[in-house]
T-cell receptor, first 112, second 115 residues
Framework: QKEVEQDPGPLSVPEGAIVSLNCTYSNSAFQYFMWYRQYSRKGPELLMYTYSSGNKEDGRFTAQVDKSSKYISLFIRDSQPSDSATYLC????????????FGPGTSLSVIP | ETGVTQTPRHLVMGMTNKKSLKCEQHLGHNAMYWYKQSAKKPLELMFV???????ENNSVPSRFSPECPNSSHLFLHLHTLQPEDSALYLC??????????????FGEGSRLTVL
């Protein structure tokens, strides 16, 4: 079983839709959860970061962690064409960057 | 403009060539990383440097050879590569290797094609 699983998509939605991106994981010891956004021909950039369980909101983006289900989500409200990118989830047991495990990414297209 | 600069952005090489990828970070960070990104696969951590010391080598073939001459520069020397090594190679940096969790800063990557 892979440590972190993510539907690769592609996911295509109309502008203004609510988008739900998800990852499942197998290691119950993960405590740090991140979402990175990667535009075409660019490197990933950190979008959201949460520690342990719960929700975190930043503008149109909400990150949700359900440790009991080993499931994390990123919600995008009022999606825009500029949200078109690949979204990578990432997680770690400890606060050490060399232990971060990434998912394969979900490709999202927001159609005007 | 990103604080992590990678050159070249694109590289095509034959299996017998020797080439190098360069990374420079302008953020004053102490840790630098090389990642490999292949289509539909998770980012694979290849090498980690903290304060110019190699911390980790994740069972990477010896045809990849890293070099960190100072805390701002990181190189990946390539020789006798295989076609399956074709991928996007990403350099990243962080303030420190361990500590209050912040973020990894990535460069835009070097797209490598091995013929």
């Amino acid at each position: 079983q892979k440590e972190v699983e993510q539907d690769p998509g592609p996911l295509s939605v109309p502008e203004g839709a609510i988008v739900s991106l998800n990852c499942t994981y197998s290691n119950s010891a993960f405590q740090y959860f991140m979402w990175y956004r990667q535009y075409s021909r660019k490197g990933p950039e950190l979008l959201m970061y949460t520690y342990s369980s719960g929700n975190k909101e930043d503008g149109r983006f909400t990150a949700q962690v359900d440790k009991s289900s080993k499931y994390i989500s990123l919600f995008i409200r009022d999606s825009q064409p500029s949200d078109s990118a690949t979204y990578l989830c990432a997680m770690s047991q400890v606060s050490s960057y060399d232990k971060v495990i990434f998912g394969p990414g979900t490709s999202l297209s927001v159609i005007p | 403009e990103t604080g992590v600069t990678q050159t070249p952005r694109h590289l095509v090489m034959g299996m017998t060539n020797k080439k190098s990828l360069k990374c420079e970070q302008h953020l004053g960070h102490n840790a630098m990383y090389w990642y490999k990104q292949s289509a539909k696969k998770p980012l694979e951590l290849m090498f980690v440097y903290s304060l110019e010391e190699r911390v980790e080598n994740n069972s990477v073939p010896s045809r990849f050879s890293p070099e960190c001459p100072n805390s701002s520069h990181l190189f990946l020397h390539l020789h006798t590569l295989q076609p399956e090594d074709s991928a996007l190679y990403l350099c990243a940096s962080s303030q420190d290797l361990i500590g209050r969790f912040g973020e990894l800063f990535f460069g835009e990557g070097s797209r490598l094609t091995v013929l």
